[in-house]
């Protein structure tokens, strides 16, 4: 009941897969690749992030997760999803965004240093984050105030790297608050 999203990162067992080229017995190990798993948290407000053990069953497997670590955020967490940035190479790289609707905050993760890389600061109210597909930019939804917020997710440009660069749609406050 505390925690609000999941997200699962199959990529290293999709390059795996790929690697065994249709053989069939590597094809049963790499079914076996752990799967990285982040889940955000509400109580404590968090980022728990684990991994998968592969358990075989009498009627079937499954990939149960164990959590090993987790990151303390502020209050809110209510979404979490993968997507890539740029990096000072100009390569994508995977990060994990939390969205904290009751802080106006979105974390962004780095699985491989193990760390918050930076915050977008948002409006009120963030709902949901999606991602460009082009270019590395983020949308994100604002319930409280109906309008979407356009972030930078390029990290060649330092200054603007997790900053809001525009909106789509004029920020509207709800009824009760005119």
């Known amino acids: ?50 991994r998968t053990d ?3 069953a009498e009627v ?8 090993h670590n987790n990151i303390p955020l502020t209050a809110g967490p209510s ?3 993968l997507g890539t940035i740029v990096d000072q190479n100009g390569e994508k790289q995977l990060r994990v965004f939390v969205v904290c609707f009751d802080s106006a905050l979105i974390y962004i993760y780095d699985p491989v240093l193990g760390r918050v890389e930076t915050e977008i600061f948002t409006g009120r109210g963030p ?10 930019l983020a949308y994100i939804g604002h319930f409280t105030d109906s309008y979407v917020g356009v972030v930078s997710l390029d990290q060649r440009h330092f200054r603007t790297y997790g900053a809001m660069l525009a909106t789509i749609g004029k920020p509207t406050s709800p009824r009760a608050t005119q």
Not at 31 to 37: I, K, Q, R
């Open 54 to 56: 592969r358990v075989a």
């Open 79 to 81: 979404q979490v999803r």
């Open 1 to 50: 009941q505390h925690s609000r999203g999941v997200a699962v990162d199959d990529s290293r067992r999709r390059q795996a897969e790929e690697a065994c080229a249709g053989d069939e017995e590597c094809l049963k190990k790499a079914a076996g690749v752990p799967l990285d798993v982040y889940v955000a948290n509400r109580s404590p407000n968090s980022l728990l992030i684990g």
């Open 60 to 67: 079937a497997a499954g990939d149960l997760p164990t959590f």
């Open 127 to 136: 709902q949901s984050i999606t991602f460009d597909t082009q270019e590395p």
